[in-house]
């Protein structure tokens, strides 16, 4: 049978053709291997390069993205959790080599030298920090602590955990994998793994339990119901928040001060995604803890200018994401009716001091807003930005995210997590951690008739009002509040590192516990161990099998 030349010609011709697609299809397999836990997202992202811009150039921004995700040199960012454990034991054993061959010497300098350069290589930083007032003899024992964390592969796990995270998301945030939509304020990735780490956290404290003695007979606590009773828990944190808010509403009635809401972002180039959902032509890779650098920096300056003419405030501020996790701060703040148009003058050039001749500057930088009472009250108004970046409380649907509140919710926990981020933070005014303490200990006080009885009785109720009444008011100084809280050093090394340890002990009284000839009330007088629960303890603890 003889074959037909017009085939031949035709195969032959297209060799070439057939070799550059083998080639090119072996070159996107070979790095879609590589990082084959995030695979779907370079396979997307190639693919509308491809189309955009053909395969040559969509092949050089799959490599640009490749050698983003690259960790220590050849092994991807996104690898498992079990990966990050096998080299952070890797790493913590070649410090302690390093640190016992230097330290053999007696030579710290060289302990740090050498420790230093090797974390720095490993992508982390070494845990050193060497204050001016250090004496020689100080900034030795801080370089052996330092040494010890970095011989410890605990430490190390953690430090990868947040390097390669952040490392990845950064990089799905930059190709269009963090998106309202799709995958709001975090990618997939990053929300799974960080499910994960908390039902890992989560499991650990129900095999762990604080044990201390209380009239010579042991007493222990579960750890998982210590958190759920605090701040940790979301429900709680919320509540609290809003139990804040309200409290400085009402201080600020009382006081005839009037709400301010007002609103920062950052400029177009720190925003990896558009608001049509494409990726953005300005975007210059910063990341989120990058754009709160920005924010932070802003709000210092507009701060330090309310100072010095005379604007003086308190309330609060929120960090939320935008759809593709680029962060902006809300502020509600109460301020005297006088001081308003001041204050945004100064809010305003601040926020438009960078990139301010840019399209859209005028609408999207910054925004302010009057609360009218007979519209609506303070608090009311920043519920729902509580609420939808804790728990999703009454939040039906989350239009940022494109999601439901819930899901809205979870995902700006995740956010905050793992870029490290404050969502809220308090303006001015007293101490919450007097509160709290006071809400712990509130049935330890027996002070009829003092103000220290009436701030316990404050706490006990929730009245936040009141409390900051009692304190010295919203806009009191620190060394001019009635308690503060009270800390200790202990006087032998208390952790695994060899570091002494600033525990809280109780509060400070001031100006009444000097009438009074006391200067501290002991709140923490006991001394808990954290141990592992026994077996039977956990068993003991789970709820019976019910024959449904």
Same mark, same amino acid.
């Given at each position: ?93 070649? *410090? ?63 430090q990868l955990r947040t390097v390669t995270g952040r490392c990845v998301e950064s990089t799905l945030r930059e190709i269009g994998g963090v998106c309202a939509g799709r995958s709001a304020y975090v990618s997939n990735y990053t929300l799974e793994r ?71 972002? *950052? ?45 003086? *405030? ?110 809220f933070q308090q303006i001015g005014s007293v101490s919450v951690t007097v509160y709290r303490e006071l809400r712990r200990n509130c049935e330890l006080f027996e002070l009829p008739d003092s103000d220290v009885d009436d701030l316990r009785a404050a ?38 590192? *060899? ?50």
């Open positions: 049978m003889t074959s037909n030349p017009l085939c031949l010609v035709s195969d032959h011709k297209n060799a070439p053709v057939n070799k550059a697609k083998q080639e090119n299809a072996e070159f996107v397999a070979g790095i879609l291997a590589k990082h084959f836990h995030v695979s779907q997202y370079l396979t997307a992202f190639h693919a509308r390069q491809a189309r955009s811009f053909g395969a040559v150039v969509a092949n050089k921004a799959l490599r640009r993205v490749s050698d983003s995700l690259v960790f220590d040199g050849y092994k991807s960012a996104a690898m498992d959790d079990e990966s990050i454990c096998n080299i952070a034991k890797v790493r913590a054993e070649l *410090c302690e080599r390093i640190y016992h061959q230097s330290a053999g010497v007696g030579d710290t300098d060289a302990v740090r030298r050498r420790l230093e350069e090797f974390c720095e290589a490993g992508g982390v930083v070494f845990p050193l920090k060497i204050g001016k007032k250090d004496t020689p003899a100080a900034i030795s024992k801080k370089i052996v602590s330092a040494a010890l964390r970095v011989s410890d592969a605990k430490w190390w796990r953690r960080w499910k994960k780490a908390s039902h890992r956290n989560a499991e650990t404290l129900k095999a762990m339990e604080a044990v201390t003695e209380i009239d010579g007979e042991s007493v222990s606590v579960p750890l998982d119901e210590c958190v759920a009773s605090s701040v940790s828990n979301p429900v709680n944190r919320r509540n609290e928040l809003m139990v804040r808010m309200r409290g400085y509403e009402e201080v600020a009635t009382g006081l005839g001060l009037t709400g301010v809401f007002l609103t920062l972002t *950052c400029p177009s180039k720190y925003h990896a995604i558009t608001h049509g959902r494409g990726l953005n032509p300005k975007y210059e890779g910063a990341t989120p803890r990058e754009c709160m650098e920005y924010l932070n920096d802003v709000w210092a300056r507009i701060r330090a200018e309310w100072a010095r003419s005379g604007v003086r *405030c308190f309330g609060f501020r929120v960090a939320e994401p935008h759809h593709d996790g680029t962060p902006h701060f809300h502020f509600m703040l109460f301020m005297p009716a006088d001081s308003i148009g001041r204050a945004l003058d100064v809010f305003g050039r601040y926020a438009m001091e960078e990139d301010g001749d840019e399209p859209g500057a005028d609408k999207y930088r910054w925004d302010s807003k009057i609360i009218d009472p007979e519209k609506g009250t303070a608090s009311g108004y920043i519920a729902k930005y509580v609420a939808k970046n804790i728990d999703g409380f009454a939040v039906d649907y989350d239009d940022e995210g494109d999601c439901h509140g819930a899901d809205g919710a979870i995902r700006a926990r995740a956010w905050a997590s793992v870029w490290g981020i404050r969502q706490a006990d109720r929730g009245d936040w009002a009141r409390f900051v009444e009692l304190m010295g008011g919203p806009l009191v100084e620190r060394k001019g509040q009635t308690l503060r809280p009270l800390y200790q050093e202990a006087d032998q090394f208390d952790n695994a590192y *060899c570091e002494p340890v600033k525990k809280m002990i109780g509060l400070w009284l001031q100006v009444v516990g000097r009438a009074m000839g006391r200067s501290a009330l002991i709140t923490r007088d006991r001394v808990w161990k954290i141990r592992r629960r026994e077996p039977e303890d956990q068993e003991a603890a789970k709820p019976p099998n019910l024959d449904l």
